[in-house]
Nanobody, 125 residues
Framework: QVQLVESGGGSVQAGASLRLSCEAS????????MGWFRRAPGKDREFVAA????????YYRAVVKVRFTISTDSVKNTVYLEMTSLHPEDTAVYYC??????????????????WGQGTQVSVSS
């Protein structure tokens, strides 16, 4: 069983930056892609960003594209989400997820096989 452990969340003011990390527990873990999703209070979980391992291909939700950067470290089995110029609307629990099998539509949460426990990001105005 693979475990994903997120860290790096916190409470910040608008305009600040945070970096989220997600480490996979199993050293032999391999997957097709990693994603970040978030769930704001009272809303459905939504896609934020995704990256294909061993590839330069990254994908973003439109509203975060110029502010967030997803990156991966295959040696550390870790995926990062660098978030800059945070807005109050970015307040949510952020989850990382791993998708084992190849497939389209990385923005869909259904095909992801493993999920982290989530880390809270709170942005005040």
């Amino acid at each position: 069983q693979v475990q994903l452990v997120e860290s790096g969340g916190g409470s910040v003011q608008a305009g600040a930056s945070l970096r989220l990390s997600c480490e996979a527990s199993r050293r032999t873990f391999s997957s097709y892609a990693m994603g970040w999703f978030r769930r704001a209070p009272g809303k459905d979980r939504e896609f934020v960003a995704a990256s294909i391992w061993k590839s330069v291909s990254t994908y973003y939700r439109a509203v975060v594209k110029v502010r967030f950067t997803i990156s991966t470290d295959s040696v550390k089995n870790t995926v990062y989400l660098e978030m800059t110029s945070l807005h109050p609307e970015d307040t949510a629990v952020y989850y990382c997820a791993a998708r084992v099998r190849y497939g389209p539509r990385l923005q869909d949460d259904g095909p992801y096989d493993y999920w982290g426990q989530g880390t809270q990001v709170s942005v005040s105005s």
